[in-house]
Nanobody, 117 residues
């Protein structure tokens, strides 16, 4: 069983930065996609960024150039560096791991990011 624990959320002013971390415990297979999603009040959960085992990165258009995703497989951790934050980035941010070998998805409980104007 895989468990994910996010950290790093909080309150920041517009233009500021935050770094989210997601630490995984349990068996993480070599082939996996790690990602960050977010859900604002009254909106659907959306993909923010993802990174494959091979290092391929994908970003939502709304965060391109401002957010950077990275992973450290030795530490079983995925990061999201968020710069130039905007009030519209306010949401609960969720970590996700998709294990390709087992076709299993795992989610963290989320961390709240609030950007004040």
């Amino acid at each position: 069983q895989v468990q994910l624990v996010e950290s790093g959320g909080g309150l920041v002013q517009a233009g500021g930065s935050l770094r989210l971390s997601c630490a995984a415990s349990g068996s993480i297979f070599r082939l996996s996609v790690m990602g960050w999603y977010r859900q604002a009040p009254g909106k659907q959960r959306e993909l923010v960024a993802s990174i494959t085992s091979g290092g391929y990165k994908n970003y939502a258009d709304s965060v391109k150039g401002r957010f950077t995703i990275s992973r450290d497989d030795a530490k079983k951790t995925v990061y999201l560096q968020m710069n130039s934050l905007k009030p519209e980035d306010t949401a609960d941010y969720y970590c996700n791991i998709y294990q390709i070998e087992t076709d299993m998805n795992y989610w963290g409980k989320g961390t709240l990011v609030t950007v004040s104007s």
